[in-house]
């Protein structure tokens, strides 16, 4: 299974959730879109443990199952047909979680998030 954390999932995973961990383990492959890694990083500079919480980020990023996924052209026709979705049904979402949907959906990955709102997106694989 190829695997997409939301910022939630990798942050019980940092924390020592044994249940994250274990899911992880059954991955082929993890993926954090850069909107996460972002948001991973604001969270890093407002708390008391930039450094700890960056290098535990480094080194999880180093892993050879592990890559960061980055928005391209194709993305934004995704992230529109997102948008476009939601709007017509009237949930909309945050902006980064259409970001996240988006690069999920054009990748065909699992998303593992425990934000409920990504259920207004039922064409979202999830763990």
Known sequence: MRVALDTNRYSDFARGDEVVRQALETAREIYLP????????????????????EQQLTRFLQRQDVHVLYPDDQTTHVYAAVHDQLRRQGTPIPTNDMWIA????????????RDRHFDQLPQISRL
């Not at 850069?34 to 919480?53: D, I």
């Not at 988006?102 to 593992?112: K, R, S, W």
């Open 102 to 113: 988006a690069t999920v959906l054009q990748h065909g990955l699992t998303l593992y998030a």
């Open 34 to 53: 850069l909107v996460v890694v972002a948001e991973l990083r604001c969270g890093f500079v407002a708390g008391s443990r930039l450094r700890q919480n």
